[in-house]
């Protein structure tokens, strides 16, 4: 009889425990940048996302194929999860099914380095924006904004 009594608890605390954990992946949400004075995309702890205009056709990852590129730059793994602010309809996979997209858009961190400027350390920061001209953050509509601050 105790056997079974610990059975089944265990049997309820797996279950409460595999409720409480997260669905889908990483999060996709909507916050304000003062520096951009926009709404831009973020993840679950504010850091920025941001897509490049190099990724061609639609949802392919060019950059997690390239070497030179996955040093400076990390691609938010899928599948993408929408949070406040984030439209559910425009998230997405790439076509390898390893990268969150918004948009056709495949979602990146900036890392830093190689002269181009310091990682995004805090949420909030925008030191990706702009970068060769062909990275830029994304508003919750989907749209690139292709202003540096």
Partial sequence: M????????????????????????????????????????????????????????????????????TKLWRSLPAPGTAGTGAKRSLLGTSTDGKVATYAGHPLYFWRGGAGLGPADKKPGQINGQGVYQVWWVITPKGTLIKKIP
Wanted: proline fraction near 3%; include cysteine; aromatic fraction near 4%.
């Fill in 2 to 69: 105790r056997r079974i009594a610990l059975v089944a608890g265990l049997a309820l605390a797996l279950a409460a425990s595999a409720a409480a954990a997260p669905t889908n992946g990483a999060v996709v949400k909507a916050a304000y940048n003062k520096a951009l004075k926009a709404t831009i995309l973020v993840d679950s702890n504010g850091f920025t996302l941001y897509v490049t205009t190099a990724d061609v056709p639609k949802n392919t990852s060019a950059c997690d194929t390239d070497a030179a590129c």
